[in-house]
Each structure stands twice: as C-alpha cells, then as structure tokens.
C-alpha cells in the first residue's frame, strides 16, 4: 500500500473514495463533513438519510464506518466514519484507530482502490494532530493490513493547515 501525504481540500481529491470525518448522526456538520457536503451536494445527504432511513436507524457510532456514493465530488464514493469526540469524554485511541481500519474495511468491500483520508477528530473532535497521526500509522501499518486491505492500493492523507501536515510529516 503506497501512503503519501499533501496538503489541501479533500473534497478536490481525485482517488476512488474521499473518507468524511462524520458525526454519527450522518446528517452533516461544518469542517470537513461540511465541506463534504457542500461539495457533494444534495445527493450525498439524500443517500445518508436513506441509511438512517433503513440499515443506520440510530446513525453510525464512533469507531465505524458506511460508503456511499459521491454525489458531485470526482471520487466514486464517500467513505463516512465517526471519530471518538473527545469533548464528549470519548478518550479511546483505539476508536480512532478503527476509523482508520474500519474505512480501509469499508473500501476493500466496495472496492475502492485509493482512498483519500483527513486528519480524523483533529478538528472539532479535539484530537492533537500528533495524535490522530500516530493512530492513523498504527492502523495503516498493522501486521495483517495487507491480506484485510489487498486491492487498497493507495492511500493519501489530505492535510488542511500546516499544524497537521507537520504532525503526519514527523509521523509517516
Ligand atoms: N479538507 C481536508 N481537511 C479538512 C477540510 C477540508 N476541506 N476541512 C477541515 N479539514 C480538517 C480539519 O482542519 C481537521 O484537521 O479535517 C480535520 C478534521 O476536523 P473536523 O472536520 O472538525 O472533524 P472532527 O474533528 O473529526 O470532528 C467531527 O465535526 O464537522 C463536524 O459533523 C462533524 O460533528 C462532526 C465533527
């Protein structure tokens, strides 16, 4: 799996699936989960609704993560995960690593064969960038992720301010 890393607007990324740093009501937020949205468009909520509407009745928790399609965005898909909030006393590292896990899960299934991610819960979620970074490595670089992630050919971490492409730089 190549892993690299760039600064900018995950909602230009041109890879199969684009990963939403989500809450777990999938009905939209601000950050990237609006940025998503907005870019995106109307579709992109519609079909969220219909999980809510049918698999999701209770919306997604914290750790998980649900594709969908992209609405306008160039990407195939949207790969929706739910990071732990720490203001909210969801302190586990290892819910935020499964975010990471959990979308990879998500875009073998579907196969998608790149996969952009941001730097989950480093935003309103109240992670350290550092944090988030080292999380995302542990996950990305576990003993079994090439037989669990085949076909992920490539991953790219789409960072939005120096703050955290410093953090993933020292980390990947
Ligand atoms: N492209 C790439 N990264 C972005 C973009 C963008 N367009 N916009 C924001 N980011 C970065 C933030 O700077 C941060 O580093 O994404 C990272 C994650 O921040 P958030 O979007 O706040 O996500 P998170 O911390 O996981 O909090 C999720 O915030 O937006 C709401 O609905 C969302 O309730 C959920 C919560």
């Given amino acids: 799996m190549e892993i690299t890393l760039r600064t900018g607007d995950i909602t230009t990324s041109t890879l199969d699936a684009v990963v939403n740093a989500a809450n777990s009501s ?3 937020g601000g950050g990237v989960d609006g940025a998503i949205h907005r870019a995106a468009g ?8 219909e999980l809510r509407d049918s698999t999701l009745p209770d919306g997604l928790p914290p750790g998980r993560a649900v594709a969908t399609g992209a609405g306008d965005l160039a990407a195939r898909w949207v790969i929706h995960t739910v990071g732990p909030n720490r203001h909210a006393g969801q302190t586990d590292v290892s819910v935020l690593e499964s975010c990471f896990s959990a979308s990879l899960d998500e ?16 935003g309103v979620y109240g992670w350290d960038a550092a944090e988030v970074a080292r999380a995302a490595h542990r996950a990305l670089t576990a003993e079994d992720a090439d037989e669990r992630w085949p076909d992920v050919a490539r991953v790219e971490f789409v960072l939005f301010g120096q703050a955290a492409a410093q953090a993933f730089d020292a980390v990947f």
């Fill in 42 to 49: 109307p579709a992109l909520l519609a079909e969220c609704r």
């Fill in 107 to 122: 875009a073998q299934r579907i196969g998608a064969h790149s996969v952009a991610f941001p730097a989950i819960g480093a």
């Fill in 26 to 28: 999938l009905l939209g």
